[in-house]
């Protein structure tokens, strides 16, 4: 009976109220007056019957009345309708929590707008400024409407269109816009008043209702971004940004922030929205970045400040220890060797145990915890933070891990800006002492009482190392103190900051014991080891982390689940450390010591090979095994000259290892683990291999393929000291030039041959024929890292077990990467001198790669290519060599010629990795077969001529066919294909047996040429097709091409200071570029004299003024003969040479074009230099 008459009550309220608008308000009586008599003197009982009412009335009358208010603030702007705006959220917010709306998208942003109006006039112009004071009702209204808001969005938040979720975004936008002036006045005030009573410990905050108006906007907006923040446009994104950036200032224009509880929550709400808006950048935060950071770094310390001081720890020797209140560091080793104890009992214990009085409870150590979010369950602080009973403790904490998690959002929204803000986030000088003020990440994570919040700083240092600071990095550099005066360069500063941090991420490994912390260090110490420049710092920092890694691996981890996982993590760094390039020699002398010290074979003095060697042998458990073989392969690698002193260890662990994949064998244990050998996995084996072979490598002393070519294309004066030197990834990294590499690279042949028969009787046979693919691939790649030196000091049997072992990898393999390692040591035995001079092997070489050069497979027919080249590189040197046979034996050496070209032509027309090598295949052919005229004998692909000389192809047939394919790879190939087309130009340049200037395609040749060296954006490209140019030894072979070749050198010369350098890689070869080019013109300028053409005069009387400019330029840079050194001095001589050559040769030019003055000029300049 209620409900209906509430019904009835409902009805007729609204009924009424319609017809008295319809028709005119009664006189004497206003539309607001309607309404207060009608529906807010009964809003209670309005309320009461909302519920019994059906929802599509109640929503089509809550419009109506909005419709109505909406239009009395319009008529009555300026005056002061409050009480009606504010019954009017009052009511509909009861109402809302009542029935469930129905709605559709106008009449939701009928609601937004009314609300948004109402908002509006409660903090606008249209209010008296009286009416916003401190006892003030009128946020309490605003808090409805968005409590309205909220719950509409939360029941029907599934129906919302991305329009509607756009519409929802710009009425909270605009709210936090007009509270924006507020919340200025405000903040500042309340900061005020807090510094006054901060020892007190008073600090919460008035006006809590706008703070929660706050809280409750910003939480609003941050589910309305992870609702829908996907289908946002940038504008909505920018203006978020805007409006983010606007409150994020007014809290860094303090020092401190203001801290309550409901402050907390507040900056709750902002970091959360902050942190979905980041997550799914729409546009550039470039402008935004430091503004943010500044802020964000005052959250470090958020909810510390009123707690004890810490005291700093007592420095020591390198590592100091910290008071176990502020580092928690060394108490929780004891705690976490007792037995787990739930919660609730972990509290009972911690009500028995007496406290000091200065120990604030809230500081002591956290070992466990759930992954970092912005949620808190019933569990939450149970495991993690028992100590953290205080509510505000607790919220304080999740506040600094939002903002630390911002600062990670940032750091990957937005990489290449933040580097900018490396030297105020993280520390230039003690780390390792608490900061009360000006915090950075490394005072989170090494002080911060809240595990959580050390994770999150854990995750946002990883985030920062990775990506582009990599590179940014490479410029820091280490100085002393002392040697800085009032300004500290950035590579100076960044210098400082990669101290600090292996300080303090090395100094929490040694003493951490939360497993997920510790694991988040080593990923972090990983990035730092990858993007520290360590031979730009101090010489001691690589050794130290190599020797604390070791302590720690030695140290072991109490937890028995996760221990293998650590112990791989800490290795893991240890090979990155050992693996850092270049080489340094105070990581060479520590192992030197060690070797010398004996402590590689004794466990009383522990060093670093003798953890790797006791890992190797850790068969139980393969993680580690393979970890170690994974460390002492880097070892092998980069410091190769102790590795004669460890080849036993190496050889007996790697025996050890096949031997254990066969057949079970009792192991040594580590730390705990037992248990006998059981399968050895593929991964194992195969890294024992790769450390063999790499120690093999060290020993043999291999730097790559065989130099057979004699390649003097760029060995002039003028670019002798500009020739590159090929590094090559597979061979070991030798120190360069010193006196003991010399001494030891003297003995390599003797010790490989030694090595190198024991490998072959003792480890090959156990795994040639292994039953796993990746095991015989790694077998055969074995034979690709021995050296000639090597291979002749082998006895027969044993060479001839390489060649056919490989051989018979190469064609019965039915696995294509075992083909392939067997066609890459094809490609490095071909070169040995030993293996080019036999025919009978080559022969086979040949055959074996040019099976797999057909092979469907791309990896395949890569390598089989690069033997291929290898193979005809090798063959230039000892073709001149093979003996004159009969007749049936020169045309076999014939048809082998004809067999590769053919081989290589088809391979031209491949992919740009196999057509490089095609090329270059092609030039190697190009500069040594003998082209004849004679009569041939055409076969089917190709020509045979009725020459005896082995190097005999036949008629121009071939050689025709070779250009074709070397100017199709120009249009056609990437920029290492155009690089190998002017390497094998300049090969075909140096045939003697062509006659270049009758030939057809020459004027092609040389144009393609020149238009590489104009165009081209490759430095590298630009080079060597300046080197080819230099390559004809006379004009006639220049052919109609002479003068086009000398206009177009003179118009590059003149223009190279005007070439835009479009990538930062290509500087280091501008100067390379420009001595090549020097060279090239002196000489086709010294040939000038040769030939009378009247166009090619005309051309150097007009540039006469350049090129005497230029010439002054050359001759001005000429050093005196008597301060250099006598090697120096030839080089001197020799440019002197060929500048004077070139100027005597336009002397004689510009006599006979009858330009005296022109030559007298040029006569001056050459007596110059004598």
């Not at 003995?747 to 024991?758: R, T």
Request: a neutral charge; glycine letters at 4%; proline letters at 4%.
């Amino acid at each position: 009976m209620a409900s209906s008459s509430s019904v009835r009550s409902w009805r007729t309220a609204f009924l009424t109220l319609r017809d008295e608008t319809s028709s005119g308000a009664p006189a004497g009586t206003s539309v607001d007056q309607l309404v207060h008599n009608l529906i807010f003197a009964n809003s209670h009982s309005l309320i009461s019957a909302a519920s019994d009412l059906p929802p599509h009335e109640v929503t089509c009358d809550v419009l109506f009345l909005l419709e109505l208010v909406a239009n009395v603030g319009a008529c009555r702007y300026g005056e002061d309708i409050t009480q009606t705006f504010t019954l009017t959220c009052h009511l509909i917010h009861g109402i809302c929590h009542r029935v469930s709306f129905e709605f559709n998208s106008s009449s939701f942003i009928v609601i937004l707008d009314s609300f948004q109006n109402m908002v509006a006039f409660f903090l606008g112009q249209g209010v008296p400024r009286a009416v916003i004071s401190p006892n003030a009702t009128t946020f309490k209204p605003v808090m409805e409407c968005l409590e309205t808001i909220r719950r509409l969005t939360s029941v029907y938040q599934g129906k919302f269109s991305p329009l509607e979720n756009i519409q929802l975004i710009k009425f909270l936008l605009h709210i936090l816009e007009c509270f924006h002036p507020e919340f200025v006045d405000l903040y500042n005030s309340n900061a005020n008043k807090s510094r006054s009573t901060a020892e007190n410990g008073n600090r919460f905050p008035r006006f809590t209702c706008l703070w929660e108006d706050h809280t409750l906007a910003f939480t609003m907006l941050a589910e309305a971004f992870s609702r829908a923040g996907s289908f946002f446009p940038f504008d909505i994104w920018q203006s978020t940004i805007e409006v983010l950036r606007k409150v994020m200032d007014v809290l860094a224009s303090k020092s401190v922030l203001v801290e309550g509880s409901i402050l907390s929550r507040f900056y709750s709400s902002l970091l959360n929205c902050l942190h979905l808006v980041l997550t799914d950048p729409k546009g550039s935060l470039s402008d935004h970045v430091s503004g943010f950071v500044a802020a964000l770094k005052l959250f470090f310390i958020y909810g510390l400040n009123i707690r004890p001081q810490v005291k700093s720890p007592a420095v020591g020797n390198n590592m100091p220890d910290l008071l176990s209140h502020s580092l928690t560091l060394e108490e929780p080793k004891k705690k976490d060797k007792t037995p787990y104890r739930p919660p609730h009992l972990r509290k009972q214990d911690g009500l028995n145990i007496k406290r000091p009085k200065a120990q604030d409870s809230r500081i002591s150590a956290d070992h466990e915890s759930s992954t970092v979010d912005f949620t808190s369950s019933d569990s939450d602080y149970s495991d993690s933070d028992g100590s953290l009973k205080d509510p505000d403790s607790v919220q304080s904490s999740k506040v600094r891990v939002a903002a630390i998690v911002c600062l990670q959002d940032l750091c990957q929204a937005d990489p290449k800006s933040f580097t900018s803000q490396w030297t105020i986030l993280l520390p230039t000088n003690d780390v390792l002492r608490p900061r009360k003020f000006e915090a950075t990440l490394m005072t989170c994570l090494l002080f911060d009482p809240y595990l959580k919040a050390r994770m999150a700083s854990a995750s946002t240092l990883a985030a920062m190392m990775d990506g582009p600071s990599s590179i940014f990095l490479q410029v820091a550099e280490y100085k002393e103190s002392s040697k800085y005066g009032s300004f500290m360069a950035l590579s100076s500063s960044l210098g400082q900051i990669l101290m600090q941090l292996h300080d303090g991420i090395i100094y929490l490994i040694q003493r951490e014991t939360h497993h997920r912390l510790l694991t988040s260090l080593f990923k972090i110490l990983m990035l730092l080891i990858s993007c520290t420049p360590y031979s730009r710092m101090p010489g001691e920092l690589l050794p130290t982390v190599i020797t604390s890694l070791r302590s720690r691996v030695e140290e072991g981890f109490p937890f028995k689940s996760d221990q293998t996982g650590l112990l791989a993590a800490a290795i893991s760094c240890l090979t990155a450390a050992l693996s850092t390039s270049p080489s340094l020699p105070q990581v060479k002398e520590m192992f030197l010591e060690e070797i010398s010290a004996g402590s590689v074979d004794t466990e009383m003095r522990p060093g670093v090979l003798f953890t790797l060697f006791q890992g190797s042998e850790q068969l139980t458990s393969p993680t580690i095994c393979f970890e170690s073989l994974q460390a002492l392969r880097a070892v092998s690698h980069n410091y190769p000259n102790i590795m004669l002193a460890c080849w036993e260890h190496v050889s007996n662990i790697v025996f050890k290892i096949l031997k254990a994949s066969t057949a079970e064998v009792p192991t040594k244990t580590w730390k705990g683990n037992v248990g006998s050998v059981g399968f050895i996995g593929e991964k194992v084996i195969t890294a024992a291999i790769k450390v063999l072979d790499e120690c093999l490598r060290a020993i043999s002393g291999f730097k790559g393929t065989e130099d057979l070519l004699d390649d003097k294309l760029l060995d002039t004066p003028f670019t002798s000291d500009c020739i590159r030197t090929k590094k090559v990834s597979s061979a070991p990294l030798y120190e360069q030039g010193s006196p003991e590499d010399i001494r030891e690279e003297a003995k390599a042949s003797q010790s490989g041959s030694e090595q190198w028969s024991e490998t072959i009787e003792k480890h090959i046979p156990l795994i040639l024929r292994h039953t796993s693919a990746m095991v015989r691939t790694a077998t055969i790649t074995c034979f690709a890292g021995i050296t000639s030196s090597v291979f002749i000091s082998l006895v027969k049997e044993t060479q001839e077990f390489i060649i056919s072992s490989v051989i018979s990898a190469a064609l019965h393999d039915e696995v294509p990467s075992v083909r392939s390692a067997a066609c890459r040591a094809i490609g490095v035995i071909s070169c040995f001198p030993h293996i080019s001079h036999s025919a009978e092997i080559l022969d086979k070489f040949i055959h074996a790669v040019e099976i797999n050069t057909c092979d469907p497979l791309v990896s395949v027919r890569i390598t089989a290519s690069w033997a291929l080249a290898n193979i005809c590189d090798s063959l230039r040197r000892c073709i001149d060599d093979f003996p004159f046979k009969s007749s049936a034996d020169s045309n076999v050496n014939s048809q082998m010629m004809q067999s590769l070209t053919e081989c290589a032509l088809h391979l031209t027309k491949d992919g740009d990795k196999i057509k490089s090598n095609a090329v270059r295949a092609l030039g190697n052919l190009a500069r040594f077969v003998k082209y004849t005229s004679s009569a041939c004998v055409h076969g089917g692909h190709g020509c045979v001529a009725n020459s005896s000389h082995p190097a005999c192809l036949g008629d121009s047939r071939c050689l025709d066919r070779m250009v074709q394919a070397f100017l199709s790879c120009v249009t056609t190939g990437n920029v290492k294909v155009q690089w190998n087309v002017c390497h094998a130009l300049s090969n075909l340049f140096l045939n003697e047996t062509l006659n270049l200037q009758d030939k057809d395609w020459a004027p092609s040749v040389f144009s393609v040429l020149l238009l590489l060296l104009r165009d081209s954006s490759n430095f590298k490209i630009r080079i060597q097709a300046a080197a080819a140019l230099a390559v004809p030894s006379s004009f006639y072979d220049y052919g109609n091409s002479f003068s086009d070749v000398i206009q177009g050198l003179e118009h590059i010369l003149e223009n190279l200071g005007s070439d835009q350098i479009s990538a930062p890689s290509s500087f280091k070869y501008r100067v390379a570029l420009e001595k090549q080019l020097t060279s090239t013109m002196l000489h086709v300028l010294s040939l000038a004299s040769s030939i009378d053409h009247q166009p090619l005069k005309d051309f150097l009387v007009k540039k006469a003024s350049f090129l005497e400019e230029w010439f002054k330029m050359l001759c001005s840079s000429l050093g005196e003969s008597a301060t250099q050194p006598e090697s120096e001095n030839n080089f001197e001589n020799q440019k002197k040479q060929m500048i004077s050559k070139a100027m005597r040769s336009l002397i004689v030019v510009y006599g006979r074009g009858n330009q005296q003055t022109i030559a007298k000029k040029f006569k001056m300049l050459d007596n110059s230099i004598w």
